[in-house]
């Protein structure tokens, strides 16, 4: 080899290595077949030298054997001029025997004339890393942040895929929590060898793991997931046992790069747990699960998360009231969530709050909402002594285990009378383990609260939560209600909700009365409470005391 060759090898390589951020770096001379490697990867996995001739096929017997046919694919593709590099996992075998997941990322490049010249990338190596699934060996939950900053950074659009199991608990009750992790361990691999040169896989919490790829169109995307959810449903095996697993699926197009890793996350999961939830399995995108204006509703999500995180900058509540349905004076009223600003102007809690949800600062958004709604709600309490705040949970409360202590640190901060308190619960908390939930609710009660079950019968929970959880009120959804005068089927919703609210010893609350012709017909029903734009529409706490007061 000569040595002006030889020469701008190390000088590239010195190059490779000042962007490798810690990764081992490489570089080939492609027409000598000569190459460097960093000193810490020839320690590691114990290869010949740093300088090495053929060192692809020195790399390859490193290779675990399942995964040296897609590495050897790529190589032979590259040293023929067909690809420009690769971007890829495998198992690589270390110095001491054993194996570790690697990510190996390379390009090609090439002289005046086009020709191939030299071949350098980097490889990390998960098993040292902080950021690695012990299960797996994949990169987890923080290295997906992580990477997904760098994606940000470098303005790469990017298609990110979650994908997770349901019911895999009966999987650990039936076989045990050993071949649970093999089944996972087994899944993790399998999505690694099937998406190979096309990006990189990641072990998130749970059962879910992401796939991120920045050469997969949507169609190629939807193509491999019908492909990998019809795989572990009829041919998937774990220990030699054939296991049917059910996937769900969501997934977002990254081009919008003014967001952080955390908005694109909560994005990423609400259309995890809408393919979960609603479409039972079929893959959901991001956009089509909110809004065909993507980009605009990312960017005031991400504007919107900012903003929880400045002191809840730009948030209000507004309230609508709750009417004694007897008498039709002001029994109590529900605060509910809105946030402003000059770009976007007033945005409803519809476009933020399911997405929000699935975020970790969602709790943080959720006490300043009780604490405000307590705070407003000590001005009526005089004039109305039996005057009830009602205020939205969310899960992403619920699941936090200081909730009641922290609930009633907000109550005595505020001095609210917890008499004076109903908090509404959906049938989304099914999600939570309902001893816990349980638990909570007794002990909130117990200090005087009130517990309210939301837009009863909307889903197909409802009544299981209802015979699980000590409610004191439940709300009938407006969607049963708009027709009630008419409808046969609405009176005898009506009729069944309040009868069976009754058989628990709750209150009915109907939301959604738009007329006084619907208020009159409803009064025939053993309804407690209602609720509508009849009343009025949720308006701001000085609006509301001004018709009140």
């Known amino acids: 080899m000569d040595n002006i060759r030889r020469i701008k ?65 790529s190589i032979e593709a590259i040293f023929a001029g067909k690809d420009d590099g690769h971007d890829m996992q495998y198992r690589a075998e270390t110095r001491d025997g054993n194996y570790c997941v690697c990510t190996c990322r390379g390009v090609v490049i090439r002289d005046p004339d086009g020709n191939p010249d030299f071949f350098g990338g980097s490889i990390k190596n998960h098993g040292v890393l902080s950021y690695v699934d012990a299960v797996t060996g994949l990169r987890n939950l923080y290295g997906f942040l992580d990477d997904i900053d760098t994606l940000l950074w470098k303005k790469e659009k990017t298609l990110i895929l979650m994908m ?14 050993s071949f649970g992790n093999d089944v996972l361990a087994k899944l993790g691999d399998m999505l690694r060898k099937k998406i190979a040169n096309l990006g990189l896989v990641y072990r998130m919490d749970g059962t879910k793991f992401v796939l991120v790829s920045r050469t997969l169109s ?48 909560s994005c990423l999961k609400y259309a995890y747990y809408e393919s979960k939830s609603k479409h039972i399995g079929e893959l959901v995108l991001f956009e089509d699960a909110l809004s065909n204006e993507n980009r605009t509703l990312v960017e005031k999500l991400n504007i919107i998360r900012n903003s929880i995180a400045e002191n809840c900058k730009g948030f209000f509540l507004c309230y609508q009231p709750i009417i004694n349905a007897e008498t039709d ?30 975020d970790t600062i969602f709790p943080e958004l959720g006490r300043w909402i009780l604490k405000q709604a307590m705070t407003d709600g000590k001005l009526f309490i005089e004039k109305y002594p039996n005057f009830v705040m009602n205020v939205n949970l969310s899960y992403a409360q619920l699941e936090k285990r200081d909730f009641v202590s922290e609930l009633f640190e907000l109550l005595d901060e505020t001095q609210y009378p917890a008499k004076n308190l109903c908090l509404e619960i959906t049938e989304r908390c099914r999600l ?30 409802s009544l299981g939560i209802l015979r699980e959880l000590p409610v004191d009120i439940i709300k009938i ?42 208020r009159d017909y409803l009064r025939q ?24 007061m």
């Open 432 to 461: 939570l383990d309902m001893n816990v939930l349980k638990s909570m609710f007794e002990i909130c009660r117990e200090r005087g609260i009130k517990m309210a079950l939301d837009d009863f019968g909307t889903g197909f929970a």
């Open 164 to 177: 997770g199991l349901s019911n895999f608990s009966n999987i650990n009750d039936l076989y045990g929590f």
């Open 329 to 358: 004076e002001l029994k109590g009223m529900e605060a509910l969530i809105r946030w402003k600003n000059d770009k976007y102007g007033t945005v409803p809690p519809v476009q933020f709050i399911p997405v929000l949800e699935q």
């Open 9 to 73: 090898l190390d000088r590239l390589f010195e190059a490779f290595s000042i962007v490798a951020e810690g990764n081992y770096v490489y570089l080939c001379d492609m027409k000598e077949d000569l190459s460097r490697w960093s000193k810490t990867a020839v320690d590691f996995f114990g290869l010949p030298d740093e300088y090495m001739v053929g060192a692809g096929d020195i790399w390859e017997k490193h290779i675990h054997p399942e995964d040296r046919e897609n590495y050897a694919k």
């Open 477 to 518: 959804d407006r969607e049963y209600v708009k027709n009630v005068e008419k409808s046969v089927s609405d009176q005898n919703t009506v009729r069944f909700i309040s009868e069976l609210a009754e058989a628990f010893s709750a209150e009915v609350c109907v939301e959604g009365v738009e007329t006084a012709e619907m």
């Open 525 to 548: 029903y053993r309804i407690g409470s209602l609720q509508g734009y009849y009343y009025s529409k949720p308006i701001p706490l000085q609006e509301f005391a001004g018709k009140y």
């Open 218 to 265: 949507v169609e190629k995307m939807r193509e491999l997931y019908a492909e990998l959810k019809e795989t572990v449903v009829h041919d998937f095996f774990a220990n030699g046992q054939r296991v049917s697993l059910s996937l769900n699926g969501g997934a977002v197009y990254l081009d919008n790069f003014d967001i952080t890793s955390d908005t694109l996350y």
